[in-house]
């Protein structure tokens, strides 16, 4: 006897499921490239790679481990193009800004704020400030410089760099979001 064939099953596949990667993945890309020709203008260069990940970590909101590994990831792909004297300081500078721009997202989500419309700037702009100053900071250690000098020299240009990356957060989230929903229909999630 013949067993008899059960019938087929079709299930669609969740697109959602990966789609935070290749959005992450296009955006660090352009965050590299932006950021290893953009040029220095008065000590002040705009990080684009904070920028992206804040755009990515706003779009997807994903737990606070993926985006440690969103940060760990920026961290690495920043120290080839580092114009810095310690270029080992971006990963923990960016798991720092990637962690404050996680718990951020989820502070907004949590308080019925997170489709406020200016939620992008304010996280790019703390993500790039906490990285900024924990990068600086490790730079400040790493060539002995005083406190004087972290507090009224670097932290004032991190600050500029800060309101920066968060005007340039805000000016592509809403492009970005679009093109992450285009598939299905260009629906705001």
Known sequence: MQEPVPPLTHVEANQEGYRWVAITAMLFAIGIILHTVSPNVGGVTPNWT???????????RPPLKRAIGIGFVAGLTLIPSSKSAFPLGNIASELSGATTCCLLVKAFVACHMGDW?????????????????????????????????????MLPVVA??????????????????????????????
């Open 50 to 60: 904070i920028a992206m990940y804040a755009i990515v970590i706003n779009l997807t």
């Open 117 to 153: 419309r200016v939620t992008p700037f304010i996280t790019g702009f703390a993500s790039t400030f906490v990285s900024g100053g924990v990068f600086t900071f490790i730079l400040k250690l790493v060539l002995g410089l005083p406190l004087k000098v972290w507090i009224f020299a």
């Open 160 to 189: 500029v760099v800060g309101v920066l990356n968060g005007l340039i957060t805000f000016g592509l989230f809403r492009p970005v979001k679009k093109l992450f929903y285009a598939q299905e229909g260009g629906e705001d999630k």
